[in-house]
C-alpha cells in the first residue's frame, strides 16, 4: 500500500517548484521561437486563420513541453 510521503511538505515544494520551472523553460523557449519566425504567430493562426502554421505551433510546444519534462525528471 502507498503510503503518504508524496504529501510532505518537501515534497509538494520540490513538485510545484520544478512545475514552475517548467513552465518558465518552456515559455522562454516559445518566445524565443516566436522572435526567429519571420511573422507574427499569434496573428497568423488567430486573425488569418492559418490551421497549417497552428499544427506545426501545436507540435513545437508538445516537443517542448516533452523536452523539458525529461530534462526536469531527470
Known sequence: MMGL???KPAAVFGSLLY???GVVVFWVCFVII???TPYNL???IV???NVALAIVVGS???A???IVSA???G
Open 5 to 7: 510521503d508524496w504529501l
Open 19 to 21: 512545475a514552475l520551472l
Open 34 to 36: 516566436d522572435k526567429l
Open 42 to 44: 499569434w496573428a497568423e
Open 47 to 49: 486573425e488569418k486563420k
Open 60 to 62: 513545437m510546444c508538445i
Open 64 to 66: 517542448i513541453g516533452l
Open 71 to 73: 530534462a526536469v525528471h
